[in-house]
């Protein structure tokens, strides 16, 4: 199982950036992805995560409104798509996998990858 986020970068206040989690070593149909973030100094917080069928979402209160996560299995990829980004969402970002159907909690998660930063400048 690997999982291998991109998209990350640095943006002004009120900006959007789009990241990526490609998936590769297993099905992605069969899998509940979550995006969880950490910034320095922070415990790691759910962000987002989205059941394998695509059906269901969740999102983190500090999100709300503002991310939307999707998926595309046939790309075996799924995406965040952030917009209104405030100085407070500065921090890396992980997607992370579960050969369940549904997830939320990061512990329940035992695939990662190795994370993207987002940087947003006031």
């Known amino acids: 199982v690997q999982l291998q986020a991109s998209g990350g970068g640095l943006v002004q206040d009120g900006g959007s950036l789009r990241l990526s989690c490609a998936a590769s070593?297993?099905?992605?149909?069969?899998?509940?992805i979550g995006w969880f973030r950490q910034a320095p100094g922070k415990a790691r917080e759910e962000v987002s995560c989205?059941?394998?069928?695509?059906?269901?979402?969740y999102y983190g209160d500090s999100v709300k409104g503002r991310f939307t996560i999707s998926r595309d299995n046939a790309k075996s990829t799924v995406y965040l798509q952030m917009d209104s980004l405030k100085p407070e969402d500065t921090a890396v970002y992980y997607c992370?996998?579960?050969?369940?159907?549904?997830?939320?909690?990061?512990?329940?998660?035992?695939?990662w990858g190795q994370g993207t930063q987002v940087t947003v400048s006031s």
């Open positions: 992370a996998a579960t050969l369940t159907l549904s997830a939320r909690h990061p512990d329940e998660y035992p695939y």
């Open positions: 070593g297993f099905r992605l149909e069969f899998s509940a």
């Open positions: 989205v059941s394998s069928s695509g059906n269901m979402a």
